[in-house]
């Protein structure tokens, strides 16, 4: 089984991003569970989503404590919130930034740091505004480069089912993301 | 194994909610154009949160002379939870709605 | 049939509008809303042919509905916690009314403190509103019940209104893949909703009248128990031939996993017996001979399979996630009484997640290997034990 955990801030699309990525794994015909942390959101505020992979039906009905993947929509959590607590040994950490995957390990105090400018992709394929990218997407075609877990034309495909509008944008931000994200030396 | 139980017999919030920011959890933040605002106080009344207070009339700039004894208005940030209906509501406009990620390490 | 990826509560509001109900009167509240919103959209979009009405409490709501399955129609609604507690006045009438009104509950915690969590006290609150009680282990089991609820429900020998119970968030804001059965598949399971009476102005009737003491109250009531009780036979067999038309397995009252050599059966109901078969089989695999045992039945209690069951093992530990202030929780207490003179084997009570604290697997591996000490020994040190309280280190790392 895999446990993923996506930290965003409400408003980013977390909790869209831990369904969308259940989906494509569901596409390839996995169990899946996505949940977000149980509790009442609000935008700007921390939000904590997850999502469960398995190849067989999914008994566990608890919170995740120790996931293999923990994936950040946005750095400036990092200073707010613990975002490697419980991380499996070997676990992978994807962060939306412009900053090195050697950078961001160091201020993480952690290795296995993989790195995109999820931003950037975001806003080159007009998704959201200048100011409030939607980086949701873009993200999970980092994390099947990374985590090998899925492939990204699945990801793309429940992209293009999930979202209300700019498809295509959104489907190829995520192309973008697996092609330019930086897994530093590891 | 001692069991670690709470003082009260219920849950008693003893921290004033005057102690409880919300203006973390604004999206836009409202401005007010201080050369447009004519004082009317209609923001004041509509603000939902009380989050709009008076301010002395040499705080911030007058339109119009005839305005400029009347009180002015401050919004507080630190409650606003940036709904909107000020600007919606103000009669000249003199509110605009401007993306708080703007200024996010400003103050 | 489709395979989707919905919550616990799409699943309720799919498993509504394959049912084909009439109207639909709710009231919002967290954390059943999505279960409403959902259905209005269907409605609003023409995919669901139902009335809704938007009523201004969960009392009005279930007073609707009543009102309108009186009138020969199918209905459904939701509620969780406080707006169970609201309809209770409600409830009782509903089924002394023998309206087979179908109904989702979002468990959740009671007031003060206030929690939108998981916690199971508002529904056994009403173990004793007549109502038929199932409760789920996962979104697919959410949709199915819903419709086999209803067969269960209109047939003219039963027609109780019934609860099918999902956990807050666990379930009903949890994504899981569901299969969803086709509508023609559906109709011709459930057919059309027929009415064992109605009110009809060609036939005149009052519905609810007067009775005095000597007149057949008692009576009465012991049809509604008769009723609860024949509900057993159909429940076996609308849950057979579901299972066989829809191609799953439930077992009808108790789903009992490694329970044949076990020393010790952890009794549950809902999403905690989902979680504790992964336990099970990882005891298991360190030579330690357990099993769990869910009940999806509250009402009406399956006495012969939990008696049948215990001959199995050496002992049984009842898990509630509520309480009642008496002889333990509600569970627990009926457990106990049902197996009165029929079994020797120690019996204890745990109390755990209330307020939606999470059950890990770490905690349930502490609560059996509680249980396995207890069949050892033979004896019940503390009949109750409330598991994880803060500072108890028993139940932690």
């Known amino acids: 089984m895999i446990e993923i955990r996506f930290h965003g801030r409400g408003g980013q699309g977390s909790v869209i991003a831990s369904k969308i990525l259940a989906k494509a794994f569901f596409m390839e015909g996995k169990y899946v569970s996505a949940f977000p942390y149980y509790g009442v959101e609000r935008r700007g505020a921390p939000v904590t989503a997850f999502t469960r992979m398995d190849d067989k039906p999914i008994r566990a009905k608890y919170q995740i404590y120790e996931p293999n993947y923990v994936i950040v929509l946005d750095p400036s959590l990092i200073d707010a919130v613990d975002v490697l607590k419980g991380i499996r040994e070997g676990g992978y950490v994807i962060v939306n930034t412009v900053k090195s995957p050697m950078e961001m390990a160091e201020k993480l105090n952690y290795e296995r740091v993989a790195t995109v400018d999820a931003t950037s992709i975001a806003i080159k394929h007009r998704l959201g505004s200048q100011a409030a990218p939607i980086v949701n997407t873009a993200i999970l075609g980092a994390f099947a480069r990374v985590s090998g877990t899925v492939k990204i034309e699945t990801v793309m495909d429940a992209i293009r089912q999930a979202a209300p509008a700019k498809q295509e944008e959104n489907a190829m931000a995520a192309k973008d993301a697996y092609e330019s994200v930086n897994m530093g030396g590891d | 194994m001692p069991i670690v139980l709470p003082d009260d017999p219920t849950a008693i919030a003893k921290v004033p909610s005057t102690e409880n920011k919300t203006g973390g959890w604004r999206t836009f933040r409202p401005v007010i154009h201080y050369e447009k605002c004519i004082r009317c106080y209609i923001c004041w009344k509509f603000c939902p949160d009380a989050a709009i207070h008076f301010a002395k009339p040499e705080a911030h700039e007058s339109p119009k002379e005839a305005l400029a004894k009347f009180d002015t208005v401050e919004i507080n940030y630190d409650f606003c939870k940036g709904c909107g209906i000020c600007a919606n509501e103000c009669p000249v406009k003199a509110i605009e709605l401007v993306l708080e990620e703007n200024f996010r390490g400003d103050e | ?397």
């Open chain 3, 1 to 397: 049939m489709m395979k989707m990826i919905l919550t616990g509560n799409e699943s309720a509001a799919w498993g509504a509008r394959l049912s084909r109900p009439k109207v639909v009167a709710a009231y919002p509240i967290t954390p059943q809303t999505s279960i409403i919103e959902t259905i209005a959209s269907f409605i609003a979009n023409g995919e669901m042919d139902a009335r809704y009405i938007r009523v201004e409490s969960e009392h009005s709501a279930m007073a609707a509905c009543i009102a309108a399955q009186n009138t020969g129609v199918r209905t459904y609604t939701a509620t969780s916690a406080h707006g169970l507690a609201l309809m209770h006045e409600v409830l009782m009438w509903a089924s002394g009314a023998r309206l087979p009104i179908v109904m989702s509950v979002v468990n959740r915690a009671m007031a003060p403190p206030w929690s939108v969590w998981t916690d199971q006290l508002d529904t056994m609150a009403e173990r004793d509103s007549g109502w038929i009680q199932v409760y789920t282990q996962n979104n697919q089991e959410v949709l199915d019940s819903i419709i086999m609820s209803y067969k269960i429900a209109e047939k003219h020998h039963i027609l109780l209104p019934t609860m099918v119970i999902e956990d807050a968030f666990i379930l009903s804001h949890t994504s899981e893949g569901v299969d969803v059965p086709d509508q023609s598949e559906v109709d011709e399971f459930l057919g059309e909703y027929d009415p064992a009476f109605k009110l009809d102005p060609d036939e005149p009737a009052g519905f609810g009248s007067l009775i005095m003491p000597e007149g057949p109250y008692m009576e009465f009531r012991y049809k509604m128990a008769l009723a609860m009780e024949d509900a057993k036979k159909e429940i076996a067999s609308v849950v057979k031939e579901y299972n066989e038309r829809f191609n799953r397995n439930y077992e009808p009252f108790i789903e009992e996993y490694r329970t044949e050599d076990a020393d010790a059966i952890m009794f549950v109901l809902g999403t905690i017996g989902s979680t504790a078969k992964d336990v099970v089989d990882e005891m298991r695999k360190e030579g330690h001979n357990v099993g769990v045992a869910r009940l999806r039945y509250f009402r009406p209690f399956p006495m012969e399979e939990l008696r049948k069951m215990a001959k199995k093992t050496n002992m049984i530990g009842v898990v509630d996630r509520s309480y009642s202030f008496g002889p333990g929780a509600d569970l627990f207490a009926e457990t106990k009484s049902v197996l009165y003179n029929h079994t020797d084997i120690p019996i204890k009570g745990y109390v755990m997640g209330l307020g939606g604290r999470d059950i890990t697997p770490k905690i349930l591996k502490k609560v059996y290997m509680d249980m396995l000490k207890t069949a050892e020994s033979e004896y019940v040190e503390n009949e109750v034990e409330w598991v994880g309280l803060h500072g108890d280190e028993r139940w932690s790392e």
